[in-house]
């Protein structure tokens, strides 16, 4: 989940509570600014492509665990 501290338009406190109820896998990427600086800001959004990227090839590339008695 990414989140802006300073959102007014997804508050952060209710952000954090959706992600603490989120199953695993997870992850929260939390960086200073408003709900659209992910989209203003090169430097916090290049951020968000980075970790994002390295989070999904990180789950994607996980083998699957064979149910137990196969």
Do not use: W
């Given at each position: 989940m990414?989140?802006?501290?300073?959102?007014?338009?997804?508050?952060?406190?209710?952000?954090?509570a959706?992600?603490?109820?989120?199953?695993?896998?997870?992850?929260?990427?939390?960086?200073?600014?408003?709900?659209?600086?992910?989209?203003?800001?090169?430097?916090?959004?290049?951020?968000?492509?980075?970790?994002?990227?390295?989070?999904?090839?990180?789950?994607?590339?996980?083998r699957?665990?064979?149910?137990?008695?196969?």
């Amino acid at each position: 989940m990414i989140l802006a501290d300073q959102d007014s338009t997804t508050p952060s406190n209710v952000a954090r509570a959706i992600f603490d109820r989120a199953g695993e896998p997870k992850q929260l990427l939390e960086f200073p600014g408003g709900h659209y600086d992910v989209y203003e800001d090169d430097t916090v959004q290049q951020r968000c492509i980075a970790v994002t990227t390295d989070f999904l090839l990180t789950q994607l590339n996980k083998r699957p665990t064979p149910p137990s008695g196969t």
